[in-house]
Structure formats: C-alpha cells, structure tokens
C-alpha cells in the first residue's frame, strides 16, 4: 500500500505545484486611495498603481464598488485645446510594468454615490480582468492632504 500512497502524495504535490502559481492573482494593488468629496459631490475618483507580476499583458474591463451606482475608467485627453476625460473600455496592463493612475491622467471615476462617505472609511473596489479574475481592492478615502503627507512618509523610509 505504501508506495501507491507515496506516488498519490507525489502526484498531488505535482498538482499543487503546477496549479499554484496558475491561479495566484498576477496583479498586484499598491497605494489605492480615493479623494474626500464634498457630501454633494456626483462623483469622486479613485487613484492606485497596478503591477502586472505576470508574463502575459493583463486588460482590466470592469470595475464595481457597491457604495457607487457605477465605476468607469477614464483617461485625460486633450482635445480641442481642452482636457477631457474618455472613458476607457479596458485597461491593459503590461506583462511586468506598472501603470498609475493619478491625478491628471488615468483615473478611476466613482459615479453617484449611494450614501454619504467620509473620509477614513475604506471603498471596496473589484476589477475584473478579460480572464476572468476579479480582484477587490481597498481604497482609503482621504483628504488630499492626507496623502501628501503619506506619501513623505512613505519616501522617507526607502
Ligand atoms: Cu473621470
């Protein structure tokens, strides 16, 4: 008995190895955080970097947060001399590159709030990839301020 015991084991093992990395999330969420709005405000935005750890480009094609009636994509574009945001129906990110969005240029754009949110509380935003991976990422809602100062910090220890 023991050595089809042995070669189970070993077999599972294989497997485990093979689908492990498979099926851990290639993309990886850094620094997400979303500007306080006044309580009035219809929108507000969300800003992250997003690192393809993968070997395959990776193309985000939605994005939902159950405090929003819906979550776009958008990109600023200067057309006619003025900046206007497009929304972006996929966002690909390269096999192992960062995109940022920030502000200024690619942004999330959280539309019609459900209820009234403050800063200090967290939004939580999934993104869905054209494979078929969806991903919840948590986004600090905070006073620019907050953020500058973080991101000193954050400077200061590297
Ligand atoms: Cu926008």
Same mark, same amino acid.
């Given at each position: 008995?023991?050595? @089809? &015991?042995?070669? #189970?084991?070993?077999?599972? *093992?294989?497997?485990? =190895? ?31 970097? @997003?690192?393809? !750890? ?5 193309? @985000? %094609?939605?994005? &939902?947060?159950?405090?929003? !009636? ?5 990109? #600023?574009?200067? &057309? ?7 929304? /972006?129906? &996929?966002? %690909? @990110? ?6 940022? =969005? ?7 754009? *959280? #539309? ?9 509380? %967290? =939004?939580?935003? %999934? ?7 969806? !991903? ?10 907050? /953020?500058?100062?973080?991101?000193? !910090? ?5």
């Amino acid at each position: 008995m023991l050595p @089809i &015991r042995q070669l #189970m084991l070993s077999g599972l *093992l294989a497997g485990s =190895l093979v689908a492990g990395p498979a099926s851990a999330q290639t993309l990886e969420f850094e620094g997400a955080w979303s500007p306080e709005a006044p309580p009035t405000a219809p929108v507000m935005a969300g800003y992250v970097e @997003i690192t393809n !750890n993968g070997d395959k480009d990776v193309a @985000i %094609t939605a994005a &939902r947060c159950d405090d929003f !009636n819906k979550v776009e994509i958008h990109d #600023m574009v200067e &057309r006619d001399g003025m900046m206007r945001m497009i929304q /972006q129906e &996929r966002l %690909t @990110i390269p096999a192992g590159e960062t995109v940022k =969005l920030e502000k200024g240029g690619l942004h999330l754009m *959280l #539309m019609k709030p459900r209820r009234a949110i403050k800063q200090g509380e %967290t =939004l939580d935003i %999934t993104f869905e990839t054209a494979a078929g991976e969806s !991903n919840k990422v948590p986004f600090e809602v905070k006073t620019r301020s907050e /953020q500058e100062m973080h991101h000193d !910090n954050h400077q200061r220890h590297h």
